[in-house]
Nanobody, 117 residues
Framework: QVQLVESGGGLVQAGGSLRLSCAAS????????MGWYRQPPGKKRELVAT???????GYAGSVRGGFTISKDGAKNTVYLQMNSLKPDDTSVYYC???????????WGQGTQVTVSS
């Protein structure tokens, strides 16, 4: 079994920064990719950023230039550095990861990010 545990959420003023972390633990053979998603109040869950095992990443257009995804393979941990935060970034942020050999996807429990104006 695999667990993903997020941390780093909180309350921040507009223009501020937060860094989210997500650590994977358990029976891990190899991580295929990890990513961050968010679900704003009353809206569907949406992709924020992903990073593959080789380090290549992708971002939603709404966060490109302000958010940076990175990983520490040795720690099975993915990070999301969020700068220049806006009230529209307020959401529950979820970590997800795909694991070899089956490609099974696991999700974290989510961490709340609130950006005040």
């Amino acid at each position: 079994q695999v667990q993903l545990v997020e941390s780093g959420g909180g309350l921040v003023q507009a223009g501020g920064s937060l860094r989210l972390s997500c650590a994977a633990s358990g029976s891990i053979l190899r991580i295929i990719s990890m990513g961050w998603y968010r679900q704003p109040p009353g809206k569907k869950r949406e992709l924020v950023a992903t990073i593959a095992s080789g380090g290549s990443g992708g971002y939603a257009g709404s966060v490109r230039g302000g958010f940076t995804i990175s990983k520490d393979g040795a720690k099975n941990t993915v990070y999301l550095q969020m700068n220049s935060l806006k009230p529209d970034d307020t959401s529950v942020y979820y970590c997800a990861a795909d694991f070899a050999p089956t490609g099974a996807e696991y999700w974290g429990q989510g961490t709340q990010v609130t950006v005040s104006s």
